[in-house]
């Protein structure tokens, strides 16, 4: 059970406690459809990155957290379709849950969705931390794909504990070779990607 993609591989063969709530299939997200190249739930990733990111997963058993993972590899006709989303500007429909405090102009300028995106070189997730046994998701202050800088990294706008909630993803990704963005507290990238000058399209099936 493979990715069509040579050298991809699915995370649900690769973690062993996972949680997975694919919200670019499932419509759940800031434009408020399914959007273009997910055709199933699962997320998938480079090899060299799920490898990577089965380290975590062990390292944060370790304290009794897991992984909730909510994009892996993301297809260019999937960047495509937040492009005419965001062209769209009669379309207001997520702005309060996602968006509150920009227009939809600055999601692309600001850094918040990339034309150019790391997802598809395949080595890039949006992630979060829960409770391995219940599942419940850590605090973080703000929520995944809310855009604006209470997402950003070293914010103050959020409480001691839900920074110490983000050190912790984000210590464990870095110990084993991912790099953090900015702008975003559940977004990381593995250094040594395999694949630094591609943007894939096969769609996630
Ligand atoms: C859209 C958001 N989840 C994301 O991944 N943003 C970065 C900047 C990207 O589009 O690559
Ligand atoms: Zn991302």
Same mark, same amino acid.
């Given at each position: 059970?493979? #990715?069509a993609?040579p *050298?991809?591989?699915?995370?649900?063969?690769?973690?062993k406690?996972?949680?997975?709530?694919?919200?670019y299939? @499932?419509g759940?997200?800031f434009?408020?459809?399914r959007?273009d190249?997910?055709?199933?739930?699962?997320?998938?990733?480079?090899?060299?990155a799920a490898?990577?990111?089965?380290?975590?997963?062990?390292?944060?058993?370790? @304290?009794?957290?897991?992984? &909730?993972l909510?994009?892996?590899y993301?297809?260019?006709?999937?960047?495509?379709h937040?492009?005419?989303?965001?062209?769209?500007?009669?379309?207001?429909r997520?702005?309060?849950r996602?968006? #509150?405090?920009?227009d939809?102009a600055?999601?692309?300028?600001? *850094?918040?969705?990339?034309k &150019?995106s790391a997802?598809?070189?395949g080595?890039?997730?949006?992630?979060t931390l829960?409770?391995?046994?219940?599942?419940?998701e850590?605090?973080m *202050? @703000?929520h995944?794909d809310?855009?604006g800088?209470? @997402?950003?990294?070293?914010?103050g706008?959020i409480?001691?504990?839900q920074t110490?909630?983000?050190e912790t993803?984000?210590?464990?990704?870095?110990?084993?070779?991912?790099?953090?963005?900015?702008?975003?507290?559940?977004?990381?990238?593995?250094k040594q990607?395999p694949? #630094?000058?591609t943007?894939f399209?096969?769609?996630? &099936?």
């Amino acid at each position: 059970d493979q #990715p069509a993609q040579p *050298g991809f591989v699915y995370l649900d063969q690769v973690l062993k406690n996972a949680r997975y709530e694919a919200r670019y299939y @499932s419509g759940d997200n800031f434009v408020g459809t399914r959007i273009d190249g997910y055709e199933s739930p699962r997320v998938i990733l480079t090899k060299e990155a799920a490898t990577a990111l089965a380290e975590v997963e062990r390292d944060l058993a370790l @304290s009794g957290l897991a992984l &909730k993972l909510f994009d892996g590899y993301r297809p260019q006709r999937a960047v495509a379709h937040f492009q005419r989303w965001a062209a769209d500007l009669a379309d207001t429909r997520t702005r309060e849950r996602y968006y #509150p405090q920009l227009d939809k102009a600055a999601l692309f300028r600001d *850094g918040y969705i990339a034309k &150019k995106s790391a997802h598809c070189r395949g080595s890039t997730v949006d992630l979060t931390l829960v409770d391995a046994e219940t599942g419940q998701e850590l605090d973080m *202050g @703000s929520h995944f794909d809310f855009f604006g800088p209470i @997402s950003h990294h070293g914010t103050g706008l959020i409480t001691v504990q839900q920074t110490r909630n983000r050190e912790t993803l984000r210590s464990a990704m870095q110990r084993h070779g991912f790099e953090p963005y900015a702008n975003e507290w559940w977004h990381y990238t593995l250094k040594q990607e395999p694949y #630094p000058n591609t943007a894939f399209d096969f769609p996630v &099936k």
